[in-house]
């Protein structure tokens, strides 16, 4: 009962936390000090924190999957979900299913062999802590900025401006409908089920059953004190407890303590279990179901993954632009698109905390292995130069940490700038906006006709920010933009060559 | 608070809000400024020397006391440039110690609330905090407005206008009685100085359709709205004389410690740019939008036919 209370406060802290920081758009914790996702283990793992890494496999091997129902925000969605379904049906219960361990392992390999392929998309489409970020972000995040704007409307009506309204938008419609497919397909799983993600898909509800199976301290079922009335196995929510044959299956179990509080008998008991070796085992053959299973999975992925490819040809013959990226903007302390694409595992944390929202979720700009992974847009926004929030939050280490003097010295991209597009030309009317933007002048105007003046560029100390993409007036297409450096370079320090002392004692007039 | 006082809160809201300001409310209140202006002997001044609360105190004295201006509850807005998220001593920004000089002495003068805001150029939660705007001007018991949302701005019709005929313009200034334009004295790589017209950017939405449309017109147009600020305070304290309106490092600004004040937007401007001239090559015919304002009427460029005090501290 203790032990349970514990998982539940623990439980309720971390994913009230994790939760927030994913709505947060304001800013309001400070989520580069929280390190709530920095200890989830493929983060740490792809962060090389390998201590990390190591505490988290050690706490599994003492006392089983506790991280499952204490440190995953997919665990515990899917613990929220259930506690919802109950209030709808009274009369839920769980049963026990043997496992399905070919689909498990199975699994497993698949995302392992996508990965060293170099497809990091599978990881991050089933890796729990990513994508219950995608889907607080892509679906949650929007609604609490809709009630957020409600009440900041009526606060701005009688003058109070605690509150101020926030702009709105889809930040990718690839993300946003996996998100939905992973709110909907767990959501029903748990809501029917339980944990059934976490004993099948979830790699590392996998890789910790693994190491569960042997832990010190297990559950397990005294048939001396045991009258087989099945009340653990029906509150099991990992479906592990076989009651007729008084086992419990510990690859499986998620350490919530439910079947010890219930149990009536104090027949089923979490103990030492070292004194003599007897790994349960649980789960009949039913490789034929499995591999069906795995079978529809794979299909599933392959024709998502083909169908946004048809999808992406047909979106760049929609679009007239005469000028296109051939780069993606990687952000900062990314080092390179590639170094992201090997790191990231799409948790989305970086794009819902950039001030500046300019992170976006790729489609494919990284080509379908990187899908999802934050690309720098400047429709909405553009880098702002003193910030390195996005290096501060990412839990992966995607994106490396950076100083302010780093972040000023990487060039994540270089200014291009098309004449015939500008104002100055077409128009010949004063401009400027661009220079205006440009932290290190990298932009700046000098004499055209007459008095007008007109965009010259220093590629060498530009920092690709986007300031001058995000704010260039001309339209349909810009007349500025940034293409991005694959590799990110060292931008150049820009020259102060303005060192003359003025004096002035008079007023000029 | 109870769903249903919420609900019925919710409800007034929306129904407040579907009131706008009519033509007439806006007429009375230019009224209210234009008797201003006549009532001074002096129309300009020039202060030099001092800490930027100071010189404002000299000056206003000098144009007869902030009375004149801000008259008791009335509802004040204090437009200072925030475009930036730039410390004070990068000059990016209006001083953030002038500010709250001007907010405090409305209040004295027994204004209702004054407000503050500037739609920025950077991200306005930063350029607010950093520029150190938000602190002295709450400090100073003022009210912040964000200007990040198009919710926060109505359109109004520039019947003067010749290029911009109709704008959305930030509520602030609408719904106020009186309105404090405070710009900084900056060069601006895009329309050559940046002062009190180009500081009007400040208060509209679309800032796009400006450079698409003839900026330099577009400035001018904008100045000739119905309620125009009944002062124009022109921070030049510090001054960007290179790499403006953002600059880059701290060796862009020159520590002038001046200040210009009038109701003349278009003297006021010339004042300044003159000013500047002493800083940087900048010939007053080359800011073309000073020009163009004089051609709506909304001031004149010759300083010689305007009571002008220079004080120096």
């Known amino acids: ?84 379904a109950r209030i709808f049906r009274k009369k839920r219960k769980y049963t026990f299913s043997p496992e399905r361990r070919w689909l498990r392992y199975g699994t497993l390999v698949a995302v392992l062999g996508t990965y060293v392929a170099g497809w990091s998309v599978l990881l991050s489409v089933l890796e729990p802590y990513s994508a219950f970020g995608r889907m607080v972000t892509h679906l949650l995040r929007p609604i609490y900025m809709v009630g957020n704007n409600l009440v900041a409307g009526v606060f701005n009506h009688f003058g109070n401006y605690t509150f101020y309204h926030t702009e709105i938008f889809l930040l990718g419609a690839s993300s946003l409908i996996v998100a939905l497919l992973t709110f909907l397909i767990i959501g029903y799983l748990a809501w029917i089920y339980g944990r059934t993600f976490c004993n099948t898909l979830c790699p590392v509800g996998t890789v910790l059953g693994f190491v569960s199976r042997f832990s010190m301290f297990r559950f397990k079922v005294h048939e001396e004190s045991c009258n087989q009335c099945g009340l653990c196995a029906r509150n099991c929510k990992s479906s592990c407890i076989d009651s007729k044959a008084e086992t419990v299956d510990n690859s499986r179990c998620v350490s919530c303590f439910n079947c010890t509080t219930v149990c009536t008998k104090k027949a089923i008991r979490y103990e030492f279990s070292w004194k003599k070796s007897s790994p349960s085992t649980g789960g009949s053959e039913e490789e034929s179901v499995a591999s069906r299973r795995r079978f529809l999975t794979t299909l599933g992925i392959t024709m998502l993954a083909a169908s946004s490819q048809t999808w992406a040809k047909g979106m760049h013959l929609v679009t007239n632009k005469p000028w296109a990226r051939k780069s993606p903007l990687s952000p900062p302390g990314s080092l390179s698109a590639e170094h992201l694409t090997i790191h990231c595992t799409a948790c989305h944390l970086c794009v819902a905390q950039c001030p500046s929202k300019i992170l976006k979720p790729s489609f494919l700009e990284y080509g379908v292995e990187g899908m999802m992974q934050p690309v720098m ?118 020259v102060d060559n303005n060192k003359k002392e003025v004096k002035v004692d008079s007023f000029g007039f | 608070m109870k769903r249903r006082d919420f609900l019925k809160t919710a409800a007034l809201a929306g129904l407040a809000t579907t009131f706008k300001l009519t033509e007439g409310m806006d007429l009375m209140a230019q009224k209210t400024a234009k008797t201003a202006l006549k009532a001074g002997g002096t129309d300009l001044v020039a202060v030099m020397g001092g800490e930027p609360a100071l010189m404002f105190r000299k000056a206003i004295a000098e144009l007869g006391g902030i009375g004149k201006y801000v008259k008791k509850g009335q509802k004040v807005c204090v437009k200072p440039n925030i475009g930036w998220d730039k410390t004070p001593e990068m000059g990016s920004n209006t001083n953030p110690e002038l500010v709250a000089e001007i907010v405090r002495q409305c209040l004295q003068a027994g204004a209702s609330e004054v407000v503050v805001f500037d739609h920025s150029c950077d991200d306005w939660r930063k350029a607010y905090k950093n ?4 602190d002295a001007a709450k400090a100073a018991g003022a009210k912040i407005m964000p200007a990040n949302e198009v919710t926060y701005y109505r359109d109004i019709a520039l019947p003067k206008g010749v290029k911009l005929k109709t704008a959305k313009v930030h509520q602030a200034i609408l719904d106020c009685d009186v309105w404090i334009n405070v710009p900084v004295l900056k060069n601006h790589e895009g329309a050559l100085m940046t002062i009190s017209m180009k500081n009007h950017m400040g208060i509209v939405w679309d800032r796009g359709f400006f450079h698409r449309n003839d900026l330099q017109q577009c400035i001018a147009d904008i100045c000739s709205l119905q309620k125009p600020a009944v002062l124009h305070v022109v921070d030049a304290y510090r001054v960007m004389k290179t790499n403006g309106p953002r600059g880059r490092a701290v060796s862009d600004v020159a520590l002038a410690k001046a200040m210009f004040i009038s109701a003349d937007i278009v003297a006021v401007d010339t004042a300044a740019t003159k000013f500047f001239g002493q800083l940087e090559t900048m010939p007053l015919e080359s800011v073309k939008h000073i020009a163009l304002a004089q051609d709506l009427k909304l001031g004149t460029m010759d300083l010689s036919k305007l009571k002008v005090k220079k004080i120096q501290l």
């Open chain 1, 1 to 84: 009962m203790i032990l349970k209370n514990i998982r539940l406060v623990l439980g309720i802290i971390t994913l009230l936390i994790l939760t927030f920081i994913f709505i947060d758009f304001a800013g309001l914790l400070p989520a580069e000090k929280i390190p709530l996702a920095k200890i989830q283990f493929v983060p740490a793992l792809l962060m090389n924190s390998f201590w990390i890494v190591g505490v988290l496999l050690l706490l599994t091997l003492l006392f089983g999957r506790i991280y499952c129902s204490i440190l995953c925000p997919m665990g515990l969605f899917q613990d929220l979900t259930g506690r919802v």
């Open chain 1, 377 to 494: 847009d400047f429709s909405h926004g553009f880098c702002n130069y003193d910030c390195t929030k996005c290096t501060e939050v990412c839990p992966n280490g995607a994106l490396k940490k950076l100083t302010m003097d780093e972040k000023h010295a990487t060039q994540m991209g270089i200014v291009q700038f098309i004449k015939t597009n500008c104002v100055v030309y077409t128009d010949e009317t004063f401009c400027g906006a661009c220079s205006e933007h440009c932290p290190t002048q990298a932009v700046s105007m000098v004499p055209y006709k007459g008095d007008l003046t007109i965009p010259f560029l220093n590629t060498a100390i530009c920092v690709g920010c986007g300031g001058c993409e995000y704010v260039c007036p001309a339209k349909p297409a810009k007349a500025i933009y940034v293409e991005g450096n694959p590799v990110h370079l060292k931008a150049q320090k820009f």
């Open chain 2, 131 to 134: 520029s150190g705007i938000e």
